[in-house]
């Protein structure tokens, strides 16, 4: 058994062993740059990474399976909004229980995501029109639900899981492990997950040796929403408030991360793991363009850049191997 664990951690660091280099110089030119010496390698600053980097994870461990099978997801990040408000709105405006709001928040995830799915599988409209639309919708949602105004609510059992702790760990970063751990189980364990690359590497062929294509689309998607509403709860959560503009550009950090840690745009190639690293990535990159000062406009500039030279990579790789 430990050696089957050895041999997995060895795997790991050689599949990822670029992304992981990367994170490790971007770590070390921020220990060293005097600006950011003294305030980056903290514990404090290590957890403020992982918090607020959880809801990104949340998303790009189902857009890593969105991307797998060729797809796209736009609506994630209007998801969160919608939500967040309405597991406020449960608890400030119906005096529901906490507990029922956050529920109600992911169901409502599940619905965006079951729909998307389902138009997608029905119709021939692509993915990237379909989740376009839905993120207008819902965030159009939000909108008239919150008539435009946070929703706030301050109770101990709303703010847990967003600014919670579990001893001296941050219930989103212990979250964020149990998401992680769940993902890559789904995803190299089960039947579901060799489906998915399956699908994603040739749906035709997939289709032909007997997988049902479009339930493995519904299933992806459904999941990717669940995992928005889970987003949702946490942002709104950290945020003491469901905020109808909470959650703008998530989208863009979640498929950046996924392309940072290796998934192929063009579908059946990718690896959990790598998203993981991905995330970390992004949210290094972040948190040390806040601590050195850099305009919040010109870090737009730079993640662009990123994901613009992750991709290009990817087709270099592609092209390489001949797909």
């Not at 305030?39 to 890593?64: D, E, V």
């Not at 400030?92 to 138009?119: D, H, K, Q, R, Y």
């Not at 997608?120 to 008239?144: E, Q």
């Not at 999941?223 to 959650?247: E, F």
Request: hydrophobic content about 50%.
């Amino acid at each position: 058994m430990a050696s089957r664990f050895g041999n997995g951690v060895v795997k790991y660091f050689k599949d990822n062993i670029g992304i992981i280099i990367a994170l490790l110089a971007m770590c070390i030119f921020l220990v060293i740059f005097p600006t950011t010496r003294t305030t980056f390698l903290t514990p404090n600053n290590m957890f403020n990474i992982l918090r607020q980097n959880a809801s990104n994870l949340f998303l790009a461990t189902g857009m890593t399976m969105v991307i797998i099978l060729g797809g796209i997801e736009l609506s994630v990040g209007s998801v969160i909004a919608l939500s967040g408000c309405v597991a406020a709105g449960c608890v400030v405006n119906l005096g529901l229980p906490e507990a029922v709001g956050f529920l109600a928040a992911i169901l409502v995830g599940a619905i965006v995501g079951m729909f998307n799915g389902l138009v997608i599988c029905k119709t021939d409209i692509p993915p990237f029109i379909v989740t376009l639309a839905s993120m207008n919708i819902a965030k159009g949602i939000a909108l008239v639900y919150t008539q435009g105004a946070p929703i706030r609510c301050m109770t101990d059992a709303f703010k847990f899981p967003g600014a919670g702790y579990v001893g001296p760990v941050p219930t989103p970063v212990i979250l964020m492990l149990i998401v992680f751990v769940i993902a890559a189980l789904m995803i190299n364990r089960t039947q579901l997950g060799r489906h998915i690359y399956a699908v994603g590497g040739n749906a035709q062929a997939a289709k032909f040796s007997g997988i049902n294509v479009s339930k493995v689309k519904f299933i992806v998607y459904t999941y990717t929403g669940i995992m928005a509403g889970i987003a949702g709860v946490v942002v709104a959560s950290r945020l003491y408030s469901g905020q109808p503009t909470a959650g703008d550009g998530a989208e863009m950090d979640a498929i950046a991360a996924v392309v940072v840690g290796g998934t192929s745009m063009s579908g059946g190639s990718g690896r959990i793991g790598g998203t993981l690293i991905g995330v970390l990535i992004i949210g290094v990159l972040n948190n040390g363009l806040n601590l050195m000062g850099v305009d919040s406009n010109w870090q737009y500039i730079v993640k662009g850049l990123v994901i613009l030279l992750a991709v290009y990579v990817d087709f270099i790789r592609n092209k390489k191997a001949g797909r």
